[in-house]
């Protein structure tokens, strides 16, 4: 069991974070039918596009900045209850202005959130702004224009969620650019539905530091080598790539492989109800599945409080937390 061991996480999605309890009850504030994606309290869906149909229409709960406040202190609350000391969410004003939710409201919420949970549990958070791939690139230089004329203090990253299959990663450079001269640490999803190229990509082109899932990587040694000499952290999400059937199960998944490598891993959940698993069974996979120690898992939570997107002092404090309770 991995109970004891202090966690952090850099990859989640805050709608993908919604327990259908919580969209069930959000639902029926707002008159709305779930029964088609909620089945016996869990998410239903078959595969990758109707998993992106089964999140969009939860995610339509979220209609008031209080929803999102309530989301993510909700998340964090997990969080908190699964030891984790630190947490990144991956916001999509994308999927709030849908709701008429503006940027700033959306942020606002979601930081209350994650103030309140630290209040009550003492857990670190921030908040990463997320363009939608599939929506397209001139879509993402809006959110990252609203992200650079809006700061916020817990608005620390920049990043790019959603089908990886649609456009091309040079399409996203502009929205990439205005984010970073910003001041924002770069993360994008690549290696997941397409091959290393994508990640070679959203490194050479994009400029991220962290990659979104990542494990095509796998596929190129040349690539590999290139991961663990730059330093580029894979944020690994084991339970989503083998419930998406990236892998048809961890026996064959790669995480072992690129922490033998020497390539810095971190473990994440992703959207974890709809993938029936949280941050702490993440552990727990990487220790029945994977083999790794008590101090490998550490390795990994010290290894995402290096790469976190936070101010060197918070850092420092983290890592002085992880140490003493480790």
């Known amino acids: 069991m991995t109970a004891h061991i202090p966690k952090a996480e850099l990859h989640c999605?805050?709608?993908g974070a919604a327990e259908p309890e919580l969209v069930l009850r959000l639902a029926r504030k707002y008159s709305l039918d779930m029964s088609g994606i909620i089945k016996d309290g869990r998410y239903v869906w078959s595969d990758f596009t109707s998993f992106l149909n089964c999140y969009d229409q939860a995610s339509g709960v979220?209609?008031?900045p209080e929803d999102y406040r309530l989301l993510a202190y909700d998340y964090y609350s997990r969080l908190a209850d699964q030891n984790a000391i630190y947490g990144e969410v991956f916001a999509s004003p994308d999927h709030a202005g849908l709701m008429g939710i503006s940027y700033t409201e959306l942020i606002g919420a979601i930081a209350?959130?994650?103030e309140d949970a630290k209040a009550d549990h003492g857990i670190e958070g921030r908040i990463l702004v997320t363009c939608v791939r599939h929506l397209g690139p001139e879509s993402a230089e809006q959110v990252a224009e609203q992200l650079a004329a809006n700061p916020h203090p817990l608005v620390t990253g920049f990043g790019m969620a959603g089908d990886e299959r649609a456009f091309e990663v040079a399409d996203f450079a502009n929205a990439f650019?205005?984010?970073?001269d910003a001041g924002m640490g770069l993360t994008a999803h690549a290696g997941e539905l397409r091959g290393p190229q994508s990640v070679r990509d959203v490194i050479d082109i994009l400029g991220a530091t962290r990659i979104g899932h990542g494990v095509r990587s796998v596929?190129?040694?040349?690539?590999?080598e290139r991961l663990r000499e730059e330093g580029i952290v894979l944020e690994v999400c084991a339970g989503s790539n083998v419930a998406l059937n990236i892998y048809p199960?961890?026996?064959s998944h790669p995480l072992a492989e690129f922490l033998d490598a020497g390539?810095?891993?971190?473990?994440n959940s992703d959207d974890p109800p709809y993938f029936y698993t949280s941050l702490a069974r993440e552990y727990e996979i990487a220790q029945k599945h994977f083999g790794l120690h008590d101090h490998d898992l550490i390795a990994c939570?010290?290894?995402a409080l290096d790469a976190a997107f936070v101010d060197e002092k918070t850092r420092s404090r983290l890592l002085k937390q992880l140490a003493d309770t480790a």
């Open 177 to 180: 650019a205005i984010a970073s």
């Open 62 to 64: 979220f209609r008031e």
């Open 263 to 267: 390539i810095a891993c971190t473990l």
């Open 112 to 114: 209350d959130g994650i």
């Open 219 to 224: 596929e190129d040694p040349l690539l590999l």
């Open 249 to 251: 199960g961890f026996d």
């Open 301 to 303: 939570t010290r290894t």
């Open 13 to 15: 999605h805050i709608e």
